[in-house]
């Protein structure tokens, strides 16, 4: 959900040969919601939706090829929204004929920032999806603990710690669910600041 200002916004990413990002510029964080703390060290597919995160080996390898490559790439901010981008993907070169890895400008489209209803709107739904997650998480937390002290029952065996074990798994799974939509519901709500810190830049 990240709207923007109105003007395009670049993001420049270098990264090592094996895909791992070294640098981001210095707005990264105001354009897709991701720190350099968030990124460095991680590999660059994290920025990348999964169509564009599938091709980019194959990308990569046209940038070593000829010097560059040119085209589009789907980026994906921290609150999972798909940003469509033209990019340019540059082979940088190290000490004599060695690579040293890839710069990646990304130019995204022109954004409009949020209305007033947009924000109120953005924070309740935000707001709202907060408090389901620590809901879910209360009732969550007290089965995840039964099931781990039945477990560790020694009258605990064969098919009912077979079964247990495979609940055991699934409410992990949940667990993560849950964690994510908690994710989700603080990224709105941090882009609503971010939105109206921009308004105040622009209009102050």
């Given at each position: 959900?990240?709207?923007?200002?109105?003007?395009?916004?670049?993001?420049?990413?270098?990264?090592?040969?094996?895909?791992?990002?070294?640098?981001?510029?210095?707005?990264?964080?105001?354009?897709?919601?991701?720190?350099?703390?968030?990124?460095?060290?991680?590999?660059?597919?994290?920025?990348?939706?999964?169509?564009?995160?599938f091709e980019i080996p194959q990308l990569m390898e046209s940038a070593r090829e000829w010097g560059e490559w040119e085209?589009?790439?789907?980026?994906?901010?921290?609150?999972?929204?798909?940003?469509?981008?033209?990019?340019?993907?540059?082979l940088l070169q190290g000490r004599g004929d060695l690579h040293a890895g890839f710069m990646m400008r990304a130019t995204?489209?022109?954004?409009?920032?949020?209305?007033?209803?947009?924000?109120?709107?953005?924070?309740?739904?935000?707001?709202?999806?907060?408090?389901?997650?620590?809901?879910?998480?209360?009732?969550?937390?007290?089965?995840?603990?039964?099931?781990?002290?039945?477990?560790?029952?020694?009258?605990?065996?064969?098919?009912?710690?077979?079964?247990?074990?495979?609940?055991?798994?699934?409410?992990?799974?949940?667990?993560?669910?849950?964690?994510?939509?908690h994710q989700y519901a603080i990224s709105l709500q941090e882009e609503v600041s971010r939105d109206e810190s921009e308004?105040?830049?622009?209009?102050?």
């Amino acid at each position: 959900m990240s709207f923007g200002s109105n003007q395009s916004r670049s993001l420049v990413v270098t990264f090592s040969a094996r895909g791992l990002i070294n640098s981001v510029s210095s707005d990264t964080e105001q354009v897709i919601g991701y720190s350099a703390q968030d990124l460095v060290g991680r590999p660059v597919t994290q920025l990348l939706a999964d169509k564009s995160a599938f091709e980019i080996p194959q990308l990569m390898e046209s940038a070593r090829e000829w010097g560059e490559w040119e085209g589009d790439l789907a980026l994906m901010d921290r609150s999972g929204v798909t940003l469509h981008s033209r990019s340019n993907l540059v082979l940088l070169q190290g000490r004599g004929d060695l690579h040293a890895g890839f710069m990646m400008r990304a130019t995204l489209p022109h954004h409009r920032t949020l209305s007033g209803e947009e924000r109120t709107a953005l924070q309740e739904v935000g707001a709202r999806l907060r408090l389901v997650s620590h809901e879910l998480n209360n009732p969550l937390a007290v089965i995840m603990g039964f099931t781990q002290l039945i477990m560790l029952s020694s009258q605990c065996t064969g098919k009912v710690r077979s079964d247990m074990e495979k609940l055991s798994s699934e409410m992990s799974r949940v667990i993560q669910v849950v964690e994510k939509l908690h994710q989700y519901a603080i990224s709105l709500q941090e882009e609503v600041s971010r939105d109206e810190s921009e308004v105040a830049s622009a209009t102050g």
